[in-house]
T-cell receptor
Framework: EPEVTQTPSHQVTQMGQEVILRCVPI?????FYWYRQILGQKVEFLVS????????KSEIFDDQFSVERPDGSNFTLKIRSTKLEDSAMYFC?????????????FGSGTRLTVV | KQEVTQIPAALSVPEGENLVLNCSFT??????LQWFRQDPGKGLTSLLL?????REQTSGRLNASLDKSSGRSTLYIAASQPGDSATYLC???????FGKGTKLSVIP
C-alpha cells in the first residue's frame, strides 16, 4: 500500500536554529498537509498545500513557518528560529487523487526536540 | 470553527467485548469524517472515512456511522482483541480537526 514517508524520524536542534522537515507524499495525491502534536495534546492542523500554493493555514502557522514543494516528489516544512515550544511530533499527510480531498494518509512523523 | 469532542477519554474492556466510541462535532457542514488509530509514539493510521453524503462505512470488525444533523459519529468495534489497544481519533473536514481521542485498552 502506498505510504507517506517522512525524514528524519527524530531531530534534535538547538533553540534558535532552523530545521527542515521532509516528506514524500503519495504520488498522484494532490493535497498535502502538515500537522503537529505536542506531547499529550491534540493533533493540530498547520497548513494545507494544493496546486503549488498554500490553500489554508492555521493560527499556529505564522511567519516562523514555511512550506515548499521543491520538486515533483518532496514537500518540506521549514521552521525558523526554533523555540522550546516547537518541540512536538510533526506529521505530513496527503490526500486526493482525483482533485477532491478524501482519505488522508499520514506519515509516521518527525519528532522534533528543541533544546 | 469546528470543535471535535470524544467520549470517553479512556476505556478498558475485556477481550471479546463489543464497544462503541463516540465523537461529536459542532459544525454540521462537515465535508467528511475520518477515524484514525494511533499507537504510542507512532503515526496515525486511517481506519475509515465517511463522506458527508454517507451514513456509515464498514471495514472488517469496524463500523463507523455519521449523523450530521446531530453532529455525531460513532465507531463500533466488534469482538475486541488485545491488538485493538490504541488511541482512537476522529477528525472532520478537509483540514482535519481532531478530537483528543479515546484511549482503548483491551484486557486479555
Amino acid at each position: 500500500e502506498p505510504e507517506v514517508t517522512q525524514t528524519p524520524s527524530h531531530q534534535v536542534t538547538q533553540m534558535g536554529q532552523e530545521v527542515i522537515l521532509r516528506c514524500v507524499p503519495i504520488s498522484n495525491h494532490l493535497y498535502f498537509y502538515w500537522y503537529r502534536q505536542i506531547l499529550g495534546q491534540k493533533v493540530e492542523f498547520l497548513v494545507s498545500f494544493y496546486n503549488n500554493e498554500i490553500s489554508e493555514k492555521s493560527e499556529i502557522f505564522d511567519d516562523q513557518f514555511s512550506v515548499e514543494r521543491p520538486d515533483g516528489s518532496n514537500f518540506t516544512l521549514k521552521i525558523r528560529s526554533t523555540k522550546l515550544e516547537d518541540s512536538a511530533m510533526y506529521f505530513c499527510a496527503s490526500s486526493g487523487r482525483t482533485g477532491t480531498p478524501g482519505r488522508s494518509t499520514f506519515g509516521s512523523g518527525t519528532r522534533l526536540t528543541v533544546v | 470553527k469546528q470543535e471535535v469532542t470524544q467520549i470517553p477519554a479512556a476505556l478498558s474492556v475485556p477481550e471479546g467485548e463489543n464497544l462503541v466510541l463516540n465523537c461529536s462535532f459542532t459544525d454540521s457542514a462537515i465535508y467528511n469524517l475520518q477515524w484514525f488509530r494511533q499507537d504510542p509514539g507512532k503515526g496515525l493510521t486511517s481506519l475509515l472515512l465517511i463522506q458527508s453524503s454517507q451514513r456509515e462505512q464498514t471495514s472488517g470488525r469496524l463500523n463507523a456511522s455519521l449523523d450530521k444533523s446531530s453532529g455525531r459519529s460513532t465507531l463500533y468495534i466488534a469482538a475486541s482483541q488485545p491488538g485493538d489497544s490504541a488511541t482512537y481519533l476522529c477528525a472532520g473536514s478537509y483540514q482535519l480537526t481532531f478530537g483528543k481521542g479515546t484511549k482503548l485498552s483491551v484486557i486479555p
